[in-house]
C-alpha cells in the first residue's frame, strides 16, 4: 500500500507482508547453504561424469573436443599417415590411403567451424611453444553433434581396421602400425561427445542390489539403535531428573561418552572388539553371549551388532538430555494431585509423564533418526562397511562412488537420495510433530 505525504511517496506494508519480509532472509541463507549444494548434485547426476575417464572428466551438454590433446595428437597422427602412404605393405596401402582420406576429410570439417579454426591456430601456436593450455573455455570448444558422432564413428572403425594389421604384419610393419594405433586412439579420446544421460544413473540405482543392501542396512541401523537408545534414554532421564546427593555430578558423568568424538570412540571400540585382545570381546565370550571373541568383527551379524551396541553407548546421553529437558517441564504439582488421589509410580508415567512428554519423545526421535540415518564416521572407522559390505550404508556406499572410484555423476545421485530421503523422514515427523501440538494447544484453548 503507498501512501503520498508532503515529503513524498512512502510505503507501508501489511503485517503478513512485514513477516515475509522478515523471513525472506532466513530463507534465501537456508536456499544458499542447504540447497544450493543439493541442486549441485542434481545437476551432476544427471550427467555420466568420472574423473577415472578423461572423455568425461566433466559435465559436457554439447559434444567437444580438447584442443590441446587433439592439436599435440594430430601432429603425430598426421605424419604417420604421410609416412604409411608409402611406407606400409603393398597390400595395406589401399587400406591406409582410404583411412587417410576419411581423416583428413573430418579433420577439414572441424576446422570448417570459425569458432573452432580461431582456437584451433591458438592453442596450436601455445603447443608449439610448449606452453600448457589452463584456460578451460580455449581448451574445450563446441562440436556440431553429426560431425563429433561421425568422427568418433570413423576413428573407431579405423581402430577395429589397423588392429588385426598388427598381428598380421612383419615386425617392422607392425612397429609403424602400432604407433599409428596409439595416434588414433588418443585422437579419438580428444573427440568428447555429450555426457548428459538424465535420469539414467536413478534408474540404474533402482536395480542396483547393492543401494538397496546399503539402504536396508541403514534402516536396520537406524530402527535398532534409535529405539534402544529411547528407553535406555528416557530410564536415564527419568533417573537424573529426581532429587538425590550428587545428581550434579551423575549428570556430568552421563554425558561424557556423547562428548567424546565419534571418529575416536570408534577406534576405541574397534580396539575392545578385537578378537585378540579386546575386552569387550572377551567378557562376551565368557558370558556366553558369542560363540568366538572374533565374530563381532569377523561376521555381519555380529559386527553389525557391534555397530548399534557402539552407537547406543554414545548417543543415548543426548537423548536423556532432550527428554530431560521435556520432564523439566512438566509441573510438580500434577505429581503431587495424581499422589494425593491414589496413583502410584506406574499409573503416573502412563497417565501424567507419557503423555506430556509426548512433544519431547517426538523432537529427540526426529533428530535422533536423521542423524542415525546418515551414519558415516562410526561404521567408516569401526568396520569399513564389511565384511562383504555387510555394515554398509548408504552414506559410504556414496563416499566410495564419489571419492574412491571418482564418479561424481553416480556419487551424486546417491547423494540426492540421502537428500530426499532424510526430507520424507523430517516431512514425516514435522508432520506428525505439527498436528500433536497442534491438538495439545486447542485442548489448553
Known sequence: MAKKGKRGLRFSLSETQLGYAMVAPALILVIVVTLWPVALSF??????????DPTRSQTMLSSSVDLE?????YYYLDRSLDHLSTSSAPEHQDIFQDIEQSIRQYHEQLQADSHVKERYATVEEMVNNYEPVRDQSLKYAKLDRDIAEGYQAELSEVLATVEPL????????AELYQNFYHYVQNIETAILESNFIGFSHYVNYVQDSRMWAAMSNTLFFTVVSVAAELVLGLAIALLINRTFKGRGLV??????????????AAMMWRYLYDGQFGVIAHYFEQLGLISDSSVLLSTGAGAMFSIIFAD???TTPYMALLLLAGLQTIPNSLYEAAKVDGANRIQTFFKITLPLLKSAIL?????????????????????GGGPANSTESISIYAYRTLFSQQ??????ALSVIVFLSVALISFAFIKFIGSDLFEGRTRRS
Do not use: C, M
Open 43 to 52: 545437476y551432476n547426476s544427471l550427467f555420466d561424469y568420472r574423473l577415472t
Open 69 to 73: 590433446a587433439y592439436v599435440n595428437n
Open 166 to 173: 598388427i598381428t598380421e604384419a612383419d615386425q617392422e610393419h
Open 251 to 264: 549428570r556430568v558423568a552421563v554425558l561424557i561418552p556423547w562428548a567424546i568424538p565419534t571418529a575416536v
Open 312 to 314: 547406543v553407548w554414545k
Open 363 to 383: 523432537v529427540a526421535l526426529l533428530f535422533r533418526t536423521l542423524d542415525a540415518f546418515r551414519v558415516f564416521d562410526l561404521i567408516f572407522v569401526l568396520t
Open 407 to 412: 564418479n561424481f555423476g553416480a556419487g551424486s
